[in-house]
């Protein structure tokens, strides 16, 4: 499939969080957008005190996913 969007580059970091590797926008919870540029840590361990990005507390809680 074809489009004229750029490619955007994410990598999911063993035991650790999601990078995004671009411009982006996220749209939080209370309608506040932010845009956020270079590479953005998105957290999935759930254990972040500053969600939805990465505080490095993957690694207090051992996350191994
Ligand atoms: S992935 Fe880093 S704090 Fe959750």
């Known amino acids: 499939m074809e489009t004229n969007s750029p490619v955007v580059n994410i990598e999911i970091k063993p035991g650790g969080p999601i990078l995004i590797k671009s411009t982006i926008t996220i ?29 490095g507390a993957h690694k207090k809680i051992d996350f191994k996913d």
């Open 27 to 55: 749209k939080h919870v209370d309608g506040a957008e932010e845009i956020k540029t270079g590479v953005t840590a998105l957290c999935r361990c759930g254990a972040s005190a500053n969600k939805p990005f990465c505080d």
